[in-house]
């Protein structure tokens, strides 16, 4: 397995669809899984589009420290690497984003990544609300926090993704971190990939993480 950037259980689709697969996502096809898997965030997120939101930039729009100075982390301050969880041979389709930071402050990464699977997605990947860790992922100098990446759901509107890009959120609901970080891709390209994938939340433990997806 290749590094690239980085997991309880996980309500399955409804069945597949046997809609003809385009060369590009719907914004309204979005598949849902049993109530339990929504585009639509919750708590510390939003589903506007990228860019949408007036807190922008890499420093969560001006509100990026808390009274014990623990701050919201920063592109700047941060690696990212993606992992394939799937079996050589098999089609890439579990992925474990992983954030480190690599600054010298400690911080923390809210929510859950706003994942978007190539240039031509037109919405960002639905999240598994029921991974809500309850707990803040606050990273020290060297520690990681992860988050699982199902990018083939079985789903319809099947296409090719060439690129992974993220945007990190803020602590404010509706605000975000930065602007879309584009991350290692998992040693394959293009991902085969659908409207059926799914993102947890950012967690420290990777196993908890990719125990929502892994099973999808």
């Not at 190539?118 to 919405?123: I, K, L, R, S, V």
């Not at 100098?141 to 199902?150: F, I, S, T, V, W």
């Amino acid at each position: 397995m290749l590094l690239a950037s980085t997991a309880c259980e996980a309500g399955k689709d409804d069945g597949q669809d046997d809609s003809k697969a385009t060369d590009r996502p719907s914004a309204t096809s979005s598949a849902s899984s049993e109530g339990t898997n929504s585009p639509e965030p919750t708590g510390t997120g939003s589903s506007e589009p990228t860019g949408s939101s007036s807190n922008t930039g890499g420093n969560g729009g001006g509100d990026d420290a808390k009274a014990d100075g623990t701050a919201v982390c920063a592109e700047a301050d941060l690696s990212f690497a993606t992992t394939n969880q799937d079996e050589a041979g098999d089609q890439v389709r579990h992925l474990l984003l992983t954030v480190t930071n690599a600054g010298d402050k400690t911080c923390t990464v809210y929510g859950y990544p706003r994942v978007q699977l190539g240039a031509d997605a037109q919405a960002p990947v639905a999240l598994i609300k029921d991974s809500d860790p309850k707990a803040l992922a606050t990273l020290a100098p060297g520690d990681e926090a992860n988050a699982a990446l199902l990018v083939s759901g079985g789903q319809r509107d099947t296409y090719e993704a060439h690129t992974i890009s993220v945007v990190l959120q803020g602590r404010k609901p509706g605000s975000t971190a930065s602007g879309p970080i584009d991350v290692p891709m998992p040693g394959a390209d293009p991902l085969t990939v659908d409207d059926g994938g799914r993102v947890t939340y950012w967690m420290t433990p990777s196993g908890l993480a990719l125990d929502f997806i892994m099973s999808l």
